[in-house]
């Protein structure tokens, strides 16, 4: 049954607002800096470190997006979906309004979103935490220890960046935490909303003689609107910064104790009369996870001249997992560790500019006992004893050239080896296990060019590679393999992106103080795009796929202390040629991808600390099957912040609130891919593949800061 949605006046005038804004709206691609700070800071100082090659924004032929910790500092800070919600190329949504979250850049990630991979995770996109990789080997990403109170800023890479990465089609997330500052802070964060929302921040740095330490810790909760879908955070964090002459030490140690219920998807009937229900299968098994994770990390960075400089990286991680879900209560005992190498050869005049070089390697590896359910908690029965291993190792080189005045040039290249193992225990036998091992081998290349235009404007042409292996899940067997461990049939998805951009920035004394633009338009080639199938029970590898995307967007700073900032997506992704026991797909659209994401915010700002801000964000109606049977209608949402702070002595307050979903309309969030349409019989049913969204929901938060 395809998705008959209600005709909503508002919604249909948006459609028609947007062919107007598309005329003037340029893709954001970098944030301005606050408007009190536009006559000090020049933009094409701001650099980004996503890029693995660190270098002014305007010098990068990628497009990437950067927002400063500032810009959401007074939101719900529930998860990335606070802080994302405007990246053009990004989708970001809250599922249940807890910190799980739906992620997609240029439709890459959509898949992850299913029966087996929906709880807090994402795919097909790099996650670092101030350069850490929060991916693990297999390519998912758990957003356990993601806290917006200690974030600095977030970089996006939305183009392709395998050939840095590896394991990233769809992108990279730098997310900053390490505070810079010169005098000792104490400060506590404190936010209350709708639905028993509570958190509690304290951060807190020193300054010493050879570098500074910093300290954040965070604790959550949240009721939940929906039935079943409550959560607990708690995290903390640590790093010790050593700075010298010519180098750099960073020791940074983290945890994180994340507990959520998960209340599953509706189908459009229940979504239709009770949104706020859980999924009555979920309910009944108290589907949830509980994940207590830990970091220890090292970074040295050592320049030995002008010309040489060398980075070091290595972490570790313990993992300790519960979770309560398809039936069976399932116990993970995991560790995962890594190592990276990156060299820097930086020339002082010719024809080669830069050469960087460097290798990267992270394994996972642990036990996973399932037991049988019990109410919703472990049985007392041992079906299956597994270990479950994952290691990617990668090389990597890149040269930048400047062949011609304001011309640059960049090769790269990048081998990655991917390496899955699995091991079977029978429970109860005294036999040997069973064993499988699947691998991967992949060569990424990239070729860009860039000329810059002035200072502050620069167009550029990339061809990249891009690598997306499948997630350790999503190498389990069809049901016609039952006494296959590893999936021989899937393939890691390759990618080709074509891709064409320019953006910039004017300031100037008039009405409008500064204006910055970007536009990326791509086409993106696609073979054995990884596809779900029954709500993601099992993954198969497609045929050939293509999407054609374009970014346009801006930002103004006017005088009167408004700002104005728009982002607008506009994405097809379609089978080119995919064939399988259902039907042939070719011509239809991919699921999980929106035709067009739109989002604009105004900012008042006065410069006695008095700030309003009203924002709105469309989502168009995307499919959600193969054979594009259900789909899930558009969405309008409009939010609005206020907020004051004054500064007494060495004290700094803030007070703050806002009001989402506004016009308290019912929204879709996320959206199961290829949901379960038949039952075990083989009968047809109603699919059940809705994740709504919060409603009209408030919050308010103090903020208290102490420089000494």
């Known amino acids: 049954m395809k998705f008959h949605r209600p005709q909503k006046p508002l919604l249909r005038l948006a459609e028609g607002v947007f062919l107007v ?24 100082e701001i650099v980004v470190t996503a890029t693995r090659v660190s270098g002014e924004i305007f010098a990068v032929p990628m497009a990437v997006g950067v927002v400063d910790g500032r810009d959401f500092a007074k939101s719900r800070n529930m998860g990335l979906a606070d802080a994302l919600w405007a990246m053009p190329g990004v989708v970001a949504q809250s599922r249940a309004g807890g910190q799980d979250v739906r992620l997609t850049v240029r439709g890459f ?155 599953g998807p509706l189908t459009n009937e229940q979504y ?64 995962h560790l890594g190592a990276g190498l990156l060299y820097h050869w930086t020339a002082s005049d010719g024809l080669i500019k830069r050469i960087t070089a460097g290798l990267d390697e992270a394994f996972q590896d642990g036990s996973i006992l399932f037991y049988s359910l019990s109410n919703g908690d472990r049985g007392d029965s041992l079906r299956t004893n597994k270990r479950e291993g994952a290691e990617t190792f990668g090389l990597f080189t890149q040269i930048e050239l400047d062949p011609f005045d304001r011309t640059s040039i960049v090769l790269g290249g990048r081998f990655d080896q991917q390496r899955y193992l699995s091991e079977n225990y029978p429970a109860g036998r005294r036999v040997t296990s069973t064993k499988e091992q699947l691998s991967f081998r992949h060569f990424t290349p990239r070729v860009s060019l860039l000329y810059r235009i002035a200072q502050q404007h620069s167009v550029y042409v990339s061809v990249s590679g891009g690598l997306e292996a499948p997630a350790f899940n999503e190498v389990d067997p069809p049901p016609t393999l039952p006494n296959v461990e590893l999936n021989p049939f899937l393939k890691p998805m390759t990618s080709t992106t074509f891709e064409i951009g320019t953006k910039g920035i004017f300031l100037t004394s008039g009405i409008v103080r500064g204006f910055s633009y970007s536009v990326a338009a791509y086409m993106i080639a696609i073979r054995n795009e990884i ?58 659209l991919v699921p999980g991808i929106p035709p067009v994401v739109f989002n604009n915010r105004i900012r008042y700002q006065r410069p006695d600390g008095f700030s309003a801000e009203a924002g709105v964000e469309y989502i168009g109606e995307y499919v959600v099957d ?36 506004i016009l308290n309309n019912q929204v879709v969030a996320s959206a199961f891919i290829n949901p379960t349409v038949r039952n075990a019989s083989g009968n047809r049913i109603l699919p059940a593949y809705i994740e709504p969204s919060l409603p009209r929901n408030f919050f308010v938060g103090a903020d208290l800061k102490a420089t000494l």
């Open 109 to 263: 990630g959509a898949r992850g979103n299913g029966d087996r991979s929906n709880a807090a995770t994402i795919r097909g996109i790099k996650v670092l935490v101030d350069g850490i990789p929060e991916t693990e080997p297999d390519g998912r990403t758990s957003l356990d220890m993601i806290d917006l109170s200690s974030v600095e800023r977030i970089e996006v890479v939305r183009s392709n960046a395998s050939t840095l990465f590896g394991n990233a089609s769809g992108g990279v997330v730098n997310i900053e935490t390490v505070p810079f500052f010169r005098r000792p802070f104490l400060s506590a964060k404190n936010i209350f909303g709708s639905y028993g929302l509570r958190r509690n921040s304290i951060l807190a740095g020193i300054p010493l003689s050879y570098g500074r330490v910093a300290f954040a810790a965070t604790s959550s909760a949240f009721d939940g609107w929906r039935q079943h879908s409550s959560s607990e955070n708690l995290s903390a964090r640590v790093s010790f910064v050593v700075d010298g002459s010519n180098m750099q030490l960073s020791l940074i140690l983290s945890a994180a104790d994340n507990e959520f219920a998960i209340p």
């Open 21 to 44: 804004l598309l005329s003037s709206s340029f893709a954001l691609s970098q944030e301005l800096p606050p408007s009190d700070s536009l006559d000090t800071i020049y933009l094409d």
């Open 626 to 661: 193969d054979e594009n049977l259900h789909s899930v209608p558009r969405s309008l949402l409009v939010h609005g912040t206020i907020s004051h702070s004054v500064r007494v002595g060495m004290f700094t307050i803030t007070v703050f609130g806002g009001v989402q979903n």
């Open 531 to 588: 596809v779900p199938r029954d709500g993601g029970a099992w993954f198969l590898s497609a045929g050939r796929s293509e999407r054609l995307g374009v970014e346009v967007g801006n930002q103004i700073d006017l005088l009167e202390n408004f700002t104005i900032k728009s982002a607008l997506t506009l994405l097809k992704g379609r089978y080119t040629s995919f064939e399988n026991e259902l039907g042939n797909f070719a011509g239809h």
């Open 272 to 335: 239709r009369s009770d949104p706020a229900a859980a999924n009555p299968t979920y309910l009944v098994r108290r589907e949830r996870r509980h994940n207590r994770v830990a970091r220890v990390s090292a970074q040295l960075a050592h320049s030995f001249s002008d010309q040489h400089k060398l980075e070091a990286l290595v972490y570790v991680g313990p993992k300790a997992l519960r979770r309560s879900e398809r039936n069976t209560y399932r116990d993970f005992n995991r560790y």
